[in-house]
């Protein structure tokens, strides 16, 4: 049974970093993309950062561009998100997310089979 486990999340004011992890186990996913994603209530889930499988080729939303960065550790199966500049919109329920397959559009949420329980991060102004 495939399992994401966030950890990493919390409170932190408006200009501090935080780095996310996700933990993975079931299977390996060292050739396929996983991705971060956000969502705040009332809203849609928001993509936020994607890391592909193989070469390692990254993608940000431009609202995160140059402030955050997605990692990944193959041997230990998991991804990270380092997140520096925070701002109170950055504010969400932070989610990990693994694709059981190659998606040219690896921004969708809806091509990403496996999926986190999400860690909530608050940015204090």
């Known amino acids: 049974q495939v399992q994401l486990v966030e950890s990493g999340g919390g409170l932190v004011q408006a200009g501090g970093s935080r780095r996310l992890s996700c933990a993975i186990s079931?299977?390996?996913?060292?050739?396929?993309?996983l991705a971060w994603f956000r969502q705040t209530p009332g809203k849609e889930r928001e993509f936020v950062a994607f890391?592909?499988?193989?070469?390692?080729?990254?993608y940000y939303a431009d609202s995160v561009k140059g402030r955050f960065t997605i990692s990944r550790d193959n041997a230990k199966n998991a991804v990270f998100l380092q997140m520096n500049s925070l701002k109170p919109e950055d504010t969400a329920v932070y989610s990990c997310a693994a694709a059981n397959q190659y998606y040219r559009d690896a921004y969708s949420s809806s091509n990403y089979a496996y999926w986190g329980q999400g860690t909530q991060v608050t940015v204090s102004s």
């Open positions: 079931g299977r390996s996913f060292s050739g396929y993309t």
């Open positions: 890391i592909r499988g193989s070469g390692g080729t990254t």
